[in-house]
């Protein structure tokens, strides 16, 4: 006897569940560099740019270039 495949999925989620990013592909439509990429993995998490340089091994500086670029290459997306 031959049972029928599913062929069909249904999630079911409270209305007010996050839901999850995925960054890669978010670095991928904005042309991210692999270093913009990590930083905005960290900014996402949470984290501010002390933490995230340190998080990273970058100088604040450098995190906060790297946030305009972020700012620049996504433009109101990256406010929200």
């Not at 569940?17 to 904005?30: E, S």
């Not at 433009?75 to 929200?80: C, K, T, V, W």
């Amino acid at each position: 006897m031959r049972l029928p495949q599913a062929s069909t999925a249904v999630f079911v989620m409270p209305i007010d569940t996050p839901q999850p990013v995925d960054l890669i592909l978010v670095a991928r439509m904005f042309s991210l560099t692999p270093a913009e990429g990590r930083l905005l993995s960290h900014l996402a998490a949470s984290a501010d740019i002390p933490e995230a340089a340190a998080k990273l091994g970058i100088a604040e500086a450098t995190a906060k270039t790297h946030r305009t670029h972020l700012f620049a290459k996504m433009g109101d997306q990256a406010a929200r």
